[in-house]
C-alpha cells in the first residue's frame, strides 16, 4: 500500500476526531479522559497559526489513517522556534511504519517552517510512541513522577526533544 502525507483540511476533522477519540479511549497517549466532538476538534484545528500544522497520512484511496499536529509549546516570544507535537494512528494501522513515515514529515515541514526544536510529552510507560520518537532521533530529557491522573492513578510522564 502506497501512503501519501499532506496538510490537513477542515473535510479531513471527522477522521482526525475519531483517530484521536481512539487514542484517548486507548489511554495510551494522553491524559484526556473524555471523547472529542467534532466541534470541539474544529475549534482546535482554527485556533491554531498558520505555522502550526495539522499533518495526515492517508491511503491511496484518500483514506485517513493517522495525523501529527505541530502544536504551540509556550505563547512566549523567546519559545517561539519551539514546537510541541502530537502523533495518533488509527487503532487497527498502528505497529506498520505509518507513525514513523508521518513524524519523519512532520520534522520536515516544521523545518520548513522555521522551528528550530521539537519537544512532545509522553507517558514513561508508552514504549510504542517512546520508540517511534527514538527511531526519528528524539532524545529523553527527563521524567516526572506521578505528574498527572489517569482514572485515578498517578502516571509518570517522560519529556523529550530533538533539535532541527
Ligand atoms: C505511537 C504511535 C504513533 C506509533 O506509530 P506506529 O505507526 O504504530 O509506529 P511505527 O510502526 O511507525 O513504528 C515506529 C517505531 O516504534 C516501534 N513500535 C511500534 N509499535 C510498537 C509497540 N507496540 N511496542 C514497541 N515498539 C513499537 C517500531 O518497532 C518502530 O521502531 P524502530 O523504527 O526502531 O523499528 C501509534 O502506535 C499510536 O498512534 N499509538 C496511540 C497514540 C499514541 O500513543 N500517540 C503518541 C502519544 S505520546
Known sequence: MNYRMREASMDDIALITN?????????????ETSLKSVD????????????????????????????????TF?????YSGVADISIYIEREERGK??????????????QEQGFHK?????FEFN??????YRSVGFREVGTYINQGTLDGKF??????????
Open 19 to 31: 483517530i484521536y477519540n481512539q487514542g484517548i479511549e486507548d489511554r495510551v497517549a494522553t491524559l
Open 118 to 122: 521539537l519537544v512532545l510529552s509522553t
Open 97 to 110: 511504519g505509518l507513525g514513523k513515515t508521518l513524524l519523519n514529515y512532520l520534522v520536515k515541514v516544521a
Open 40 to 71: 470541539e476538534m474544529k475549534d482546535w484545528m482554527t485556533n491554531r497559526s498558520d505555522k502550526h500544522k495539522v499533518l495526515i497520512i492517508e491511503d491511496c484511496n484518500g483514506a485517513v489513517k493517522g495525523w501529527a499536529s505541530i502544536n
Open 74 to 78: 509556550n505563547s512566549r516570544c523567546c
Open 127 to 132: 514504549e510504542a510512541g517512546k520508540r517511534l
Open 155 to 164: 502516571v509518570n510522564v517522560t519529556i523529550m526533544e530533538k533539535l532541527l
